[in-house]
């Protein structure tokens, strides 16, 4: 009995990390955009997801997986500059609640534009990794060589970004613009492109997300909404300034959940997110990981 | 100052005005004669909310067969004169989402209900599909007093004294989970038994048939999924139940699922390398619906001669009526391309039954076409339909079927490709009555001759 | 205009406004098709929780996400009730889903109005998002996600008697739930127009407008937040309340957060922050189809194509766009501003 | 050399410059000087492109740099430390150095080993983060990174503030020197007048956003009424 649970945990550990780093990459995702335009981009989820259907729908027409993968992305990456571009530039220095409203709406768009386009059988987007679970001695491990592309796909995005950011001069700039957008420009950085660049980065990583998330199950407009809404609580208890913050409060999230699945019910799960963000600002209210709080009065 | 608020007052007075002019004005306009709604000399105007997209949308077929029925019915002069006007209106089996055409808001089947209702003064619906859809009209129809007849699903909601208007026709899921379970008694001794049920009453009647049938299934596993999963593309309660089970080492699973879920939880539990003995409601075990090569050699329950039968004088008059009606090309897709070219399956037989059991209730009526009397001869028609058990409603049932023949889904010889039909395995077995305390009654209904009218 | 009454006159005039605007309201519900009493009804049921939105977001600057999870709690109260208490009148329906709205309001609002901006806006989505799967697994309270049934509402005798015809059963059950509907929006209107006028809004304006200005004039932060939140969430309880009495049903998946986008594009389409938007939300939600089957004929789209079926969504959401990045106050703000354009 | 003609700028109604017209020569310090509000700040922003002016032109050499965007003026060689001095505290001393180098040509290393030189008592700290840097080192910061892309303007918004006198005469020394050392048109807003006019070659007075006076530092100094009406300065 002792082995029995003590398999059966360890289970959920790589169940739930496996979970968490795709909450954890969108969370980071979350997190460069708010720390480049300070909007809280509610149509993340959606814009990944459109981005994958563009790319990962030539799967099924024999395209290899890996090259749809990077088409994904670029149609990512380009659907999060435009945005940028067209409906975020007008918006600053509005109230704070205008670019929330606007992404609202352009979730709705979008889910309803990827719904009209793409046919919505229940189709199964096939993995290029097999996803049965390890069998050792009689037993299920309920871990399988995909969870393993799961996660090494997101720690190698989470330390590219970290390369990125911390030691390259583009990272530096990117820093500088969000942090003192006013100062970078009279040092002559084009904040404008970076910020442009800040949305191109986070719209590149939140498709790659999607791509995984998506991989082996059905491709469905709605698929990412759940761990949107997990991702916008890790990025929250993180403290939204916190791109660490925000990867270990993904993996918590992760966790909780796929805990609270294996002994308590499949319908509360949803409801882990909640928990870890009422736990987690009861401690903190302005996030695990900010040093301080800033209020724009 | 003062004198905008004159004039504001003055405004409020002329609307007042305004406001006793339109009620009196409302008042006159609803007069008019009494007469029954949706019957003129020469028609009978009955509708049905049908999920025609969206998630069930596979389900189209059933009422596409009950509105070829209809039209051959017209095309030979109708019912003692009238013809039937058959309106189907799109519900999406009352989710608005995944594919979802009909345009309707929140509560797609009773906006339907209504539109069909108050606007198309239907005399009586006909052939509604799906439990919880029609759970969230029937109070309306009551309300409204219209008949709603011949429900397309097996949920014992259908049998209620409040409802005297309404009558289910599809087998009872109780009765289907009784025979069920003592197919697997009786040929799977031993065996530890799970069962994933769609979570409302579908899924529980199922279940409680099952237990009425002597089978002992664990609590743990029990298990239900969310019909929301289609809907979210979130699936994981069903991958959460198929693992539960697997690690109980079940090794029959008992599926109360639609055709797209069975399918969905073959591959997946597939995908996890567990191959348990399927046993298959017949809401979700239609081999075209299922369009899945992992369906091959499930269990399942059919209410019809098996389709492919060619012989049986019901399927030949079937395929006249298919495959004569104008929109023949439009409504049977699979008729006429794929896999399935040629062949009847369940749904057009199945919704074909309703319609002529429709029609032989209607007929009975003669001339003098009412609500009151359509109600009492759906109790005293002796109903002459495809099924292989007896379909007879009384004062206190108002069920429908109750029963049908075991079946087993015949391999494809390509085993790669999706099975094409199921092979009873018997005779056809139904209850009577009360599911939980009648026994199991082996049929002995022979071909039932259909009516020199509808030839 | 109806905010500017508000803003000017004294109770006793907004009373006379409201029964006379609500007795207009009803007398147009007879001469309308029950079709359109029932779209009516659906649209009054809505302009009361689109209302409790717009005080909470344009009164306070608190954005909500979760204000269709409130509405749940009050449709699921309702329907609990009438399943265990057939015979007590509706007006204890909507009283105990008002009031448990206001309570789970207040239970979310303890962390929730702690946060701000983004942060509050996430934690009622995530609030939003919960209340769906938690209904679904509360099986033996809730039904699971088949969900509950009540009785549909039936029109009184004396009611029904001023209809005849062979139509006049279906007329008085339409036209029946669209009056009850109307008079309980009325109500709810009047208490918020008095709500705008009193020191409880005029302290919440400040709150949004500046803070720090508030906190030095004795205002309570917390606790003006607190109760902008709990009003909002007893106003989505009422409404989600007079959405089960109509539609006798409730299922689970109509309060996700698809609606509780769809309350904040009526919202914002109608106009943020006052009653006559609340009116003009609810009426587009009522018209929707038909808005949209307008787009479709002019466009040509076939409604019954992929792309039709999910043309309101898109309609729907560049709207939302456009107002928000063009006109930001709304068809309200529209029209105010061809009422100077017209008087110039 | 920076030509400011006929400069107005305008808060909507508020007009904060009108006509403001002076020249700042090359390798010489120009010091603005002025009441609060007189405008000061607004002129080095509106030279930097921060504000758009409604009418005027601000040439450096031939070059009109009146629609041009922030980014681009830096770029041309203005350089510009904002009041508050706006060194990244998140950010270590030398990615604030790195960062200022950037947007020019110049080579990094190279860039950063002449600013230390300058600056030695950053060196000891280039991988603190500017946060625990002290005012003066602040200040000494934020010169070494606008200085780092060898500009050919610098512009300094009261670089005295908050600073102990002492440190405020060293930086006024150090700024004096540079400007000479590196031929650098500087055009310094200040508060402190007096010794503002101590190093400046020339002098302009903003009185409530117009010029009021406009002469060699000398002269202004001198001058009696200036000194009263506009200055505050007591003898």
Redesign the interface.
């Known amino acids: 009995m002792g082995t029995f649970l003590a398999s059966r945990v360890m289970t959920d550990i790589f169940g739930g990390l496996a979970t968490g780093a795709v909450v954890a990459l969108i969370a980071l995702s979350l997190v460069i955009i708010w720390q480049s335009t300070h909007v809280l981009n509610f149509a993340q989820g959606a814009m990944g997801m459109f981005a994958t259907f563009v790319g990962m729908n030539l799967v099924f027409h024999g395209l290899n997986y890996w090259l749809c993968l990077v088409l994904s992305v670029v149609t990512g990456m380009v659907l999060g500059g435009v945005t940028e571009r067209v409906l975020i530039r007008p918006l600053y220095g509005k109230p704070e609640i205008n670019p929330i409203v606007v992404m609202i709406g352009f979730l709705g768009v979008i889910e309803a534009v990827i719904?009209s386009i793409w046919?919505?059988?229940?189709t199964?987007l096939p993995s290029p990794f097999s996803?049965?679970?390890y069998q050792s001695a009689g037993h299920?491990i309920?871990v399988s060589p995909f969870i393993f592309y799961e996660v090494a796909v997101v720690a190698a995005v989470v330390i590219a970004i970290a390369l990125l950011f911390r030691r390259t001069n583009l990272g530096l700039q990117m820093r500088a613009a969000a942090l003192a957008p006013e100062v970078s420009r009279l040092l002559g950085v084009r904040v404008g492109r970076l910020l442009t660049l800040g949305w191109i980065l986070s719209t590149g990583v939140g498709t790659l997300a999607a791509v995984v998330v998506s991989t082996?199950?059905?491709?469905?407009?709605?698929?990412m909404?759940?761990i949107f809404v997990s991702a916008f609580i890790a990025a929250a208890v993180g403290g939204l300034e916190s791109p660490l913050g925000a990867i270990v409060a993904g993996l918590a999230i992760g966790l909780t959940e796929q805990f609270i699945?294996d002994f308590w019910s499949?319908?509360i799960?949803p409801l882990s997110g909640v928990i870890v963000l009422v736990i987690g600002l009861s401690l903190r209210p302005q996030g695990l990981f900010t040093k301080h709080v800033s209020r724009r009065v | 100052m003062s004198r905008v608020?004159i004039r504001?007052a003055a405004t409020?007075a002329s609307?007042?005005a305004?406001?006793?002019?339109?009620?009196s004005?409302?008042?006159a306009?609803?007069?008019?004669?009494?007469?029954t709604?949706g019957v003129t000399a020469h028609t009978v105007t009955i509708g049905a909310t049908v999920p025609l997209?969206g998630i069930a949308a596979g389900y189209a077929e059933v009422s596409a067969a009950t509105a070829a029925v209809f039209d051959y019915v017209n095309a030979h002069g109708g019912v003692n004169g009238r013809r039937i006007i058959y309106l189907r209106k799109?519900d999406c089996y009352?989710?608005n989402?995944?594919?979802?055409?009909?345009?309707?808001?929140?509560?797609p089947t009773?906006?339907q209900t209504?539109?069909l209702?108050?606007?198309d003064?239907v005399f009586a619906e006909v052939g509604s599909l799906g439990?919880?859809a029609q759970?969230?009209?029937?109070?309306?129809l009551n309300?409204?007093?219209v008949p709603d007849l011949f429900v397309s699903s097996g949920s014992s909601d259908w049998n209620r004294a409040q409802y005297p208007l309404l009558f289910g026709y599809q087998t009872s899921y109780q009765a289907e989970g009784k025979i069920l379970a003592r197919w697997i008694l009786g040929h799977k001794k031993g065996a530890v038994v799970g069962v994933i049920g769609q979570?409302?009453?579908f899924g529980a009647n199922g279940l409680a048939g099952l237990l009425a049938g002597g089978l002992s299934i664990a609590s743990k596993d029990q298990l239900?999924y969310?019909?929301?999963d289609?809907?979210?593309?979130?699936?994981?309660?069903i991958t959460?139940?198929l693992?539960t089970l697997?690690?109980d080492n079940a090794t029959v699973v008992v599926l109360d699922s639609i055709p797209?879920l069975t399918?969905?939880i073959m591959?997946a539990a597939n995908?996890?390398?567990y191959s348990p003995q399927w046993v298959v409601s017949s809401v979700g075990s239609d081999p075209s619906s299922v369009n899945n090569p992992l369906l091959a050699n499930a269990i399942t329950l059919d209410p019809y001669p098996a389709a492919n039968n060619r012989t049986n004088p019901w399927n030949i008059w079937l395929r006249k009526i298919i495959t004569k009606d104008k929109n023949s090309r439009a409504w049977f897709p699979n008729f006429y391309s794929g896999a399935f070219k040629g062949q009847l399956d369940g749904n057009m037989v199945y919704g074909a039954s309703e319609g002529v059991a429709f029609v032989e209730a209607l007929h009975s009526l003669g001339k003098n076409v009412t609500r009151a009397g359509i109600v009492k001869a759906m109790m005293t028609t002796h109903f002459a339909t495809p099924s292989l058990t007896p379909l007879s409603y009384s004062r206190t049932n108002h069920q429908g079927l109750q029963g049908g023949a075991i079946a087993r889904i015949v391999p494809n010889s390509d085993p790669t490709q999706p099975p094409h039909f199921a092979a009873l395995l018997g005779n056809a077995e139904y209850t009577t009555g009360d599911y939980s305390n009648s026994p199991i009654i082996v049929s002995k209904q022979k071909i039932t001759p259909i009516p020199g009218y509808l030839k | 205009m109806v905010r500017s009454?508000s803003q000017r006159?004294p109770t006793s005039f907004r009373l006379?406004?409201s029964v006379?605007?609500c007795?207009?309201a009803?007398?147009?519900?007879?001469?309308l098709?029950?079709?359109d009493d029932?779209k009516l009804a659906?649209g009054a049921a809505m302009s009361i929780v689109i209302l409790g939105l717009s005080w909470l977001i344009g009164w306070s600057g608190q954005v909500s996400l979760g204000n269709a999870g409130f509405m749940a709690i009050g449709a699921y109260t309702t329907a609990i009730w009438a399943n265990h208490h057939t015979t007590s009148p509706i007006i204890w329906s909507l009283f105990l889903s008002t009031v448990l709205g206001g309570v789970s309001g207040l239970v979310l609002a303890l962390p929730a109005t702690r946060l701000r901006g983004p942060y509050l806006a996430g934690m009622t989505l995530a609030f939003s998002f919960a209340v769906?799967p938690l209904a679904?697994d509360s099986?033996s309270l809730t039904g699971?996600?088949?969900?509950l049934?009540?009785?549909?509402l039936?029109a009184p005798s004396w009611f029904a008697n001023?209809?005849?015809?062979?139509?006049?059963?279906?007329?008085a059950?339409?036209q029946w739930p669209a009056d009850v509907a109307i008079v309980v929006a009325a109500v709810a209107f009047f208490f918020m127009a008095n709500l705008f006028r009193s020191r409880t809004g005029r302290a919440l304006r400040l709150v949004r407008d500046n803070e720090v200005a508030a906190e030095l004039v004795g205002v309570n932060l917390q606790r003006t937040r607190t109760l902008a939140f709990v009003i909002s969430a007893a106003y989505a309880g009422l409404g989600g309340s007079m959405m089960t009495l109509l539609?006798?049903?409730v299922?689970?998946?109509?309060y996700g957060l698809t609606?509780s986008i769809l309350l904040l594009t009526l919202m914002v389409l109608g106009g943020i922050g006052t009653l006559s938007g609340a009116v003009i939300g609810g009426l587009i939600y009522s018209y929707?189809?038909n808005i949209?089957?307008v787009v479709n004929k002019v466009t040509g789209v076939n409604?019954?194509?992929?792309f039709?079926?999910n043309l309101?969504g898109i309609v729907f959401g560049v709207l939302l766009i456009l107002t928000m990045m063009l006109a930001p106050r709304g068809l309200v703000g529209l029209g105010s501003y061809l009422r100077r354009l017209v008087r110039r | 050399m920076i030509r400011v003609e006929n400069l107005s700028v305008s808060y909507g109604a508020v007009t904060a410059l009108r006509d403001v017209t002076f020249e700042a020569p090359t390798g010489k310090i120009t010091t603005v000087i002025g009441a609060n509000g007189a405008g000061k700040t607004t002129l080095l922003r509106t030279i930097s492109g921060l504000v758009k002016p409604r009418q005027g032109s601000i040439r450096l050499g031939e070059f009109d740099l009146v629609g041009t965007a922030t980014e681009d003026i830096a770029r041309r060689g203005v350089a510009h430390v904002p009041e508050g001095r706006g060194v990244i505290e998140e950010l270590t001393v030398e990615e604030n150095l790195r960062l200022g180098a950037l947007a020019s040509k110049v080579d990094l290393a190279e860039g950063i080993a002449r600013q230390f030189t300058q600056f030695p008592a950053l060196e000891s700290r280039r991988r603190n983060y500017a946060a625990t840097l002290s005012g003066g080192e602040r200040q000494m910061l934020a010169m070494a990174r606008a200085l780092i892309a060898r500009p050919s303007v610098l512009l300094l918004d009261e670089p005295s503030l908050g600073l102990a006198p002492q440190v405020t005469a060293d930086m006024m020394r150090t700024i004096s020197e540079l400007c000479t050392s590196e031929d650098l048109t500087v055009i310094l807003v200040e508060q402190n007048a007096k010794s503002a006019l101590r190093i400046a070659h020339d002098a302009v007075v903003l009185h409530i956003g117009r010029v009021a006076a406009f002469g060699t530092a000398g002269e202004v100094a001198a001058d009696e009424s200036l000194r009263r009406y506009y200055l505050g300065l007591v003898t």
């Open positions: 719904a046919t919505t059988n229940i199964m996803q049965i679970y299920t309920l082996g199950q059905v491709l469905a407009p709605t698929n909404d759940g699945l499949t319908s799960a | 608020r504001r409020l609307a007042s305004l406001t006793l002019g339109m009620l004005a409302g008042l306009v609803s007069a008019g004669a009494a007469s709604p997209s799109d009352n989710i989402a995944l594919g979802c055409t009909a345009g309707v808001g929140n509560t009773l906006t209504q539109t209702v108050t606007q003064h439990t919880a759970d969230s009209v029937i109070g309306y309300q409204n007093k979570g409302d009453d239900t969310s019909p929301l289609g809907v979210t593309g979130n699936f994981s309660d959460q139940a693992t697997k690690g797209p399918s969905y591959a995908k996890m390398s | 009454l006159y006379v406004a006379v605007l007795a207009l009803l007398a147009v519900t007879f001469v098709t029950p079709l029932s659906g769906a679904i099986r699971g996600s088949g969900g049934f009540i009785n549909f039936n001023l209809f005849s015809g062979s139509d006049a059963l279906v007329k059950n339409a539609s006798g049903s299922t689970p998946q109509t609606l929707s189809d949209v089957s409604p019954t194509s992929t039709g079926a309101k």
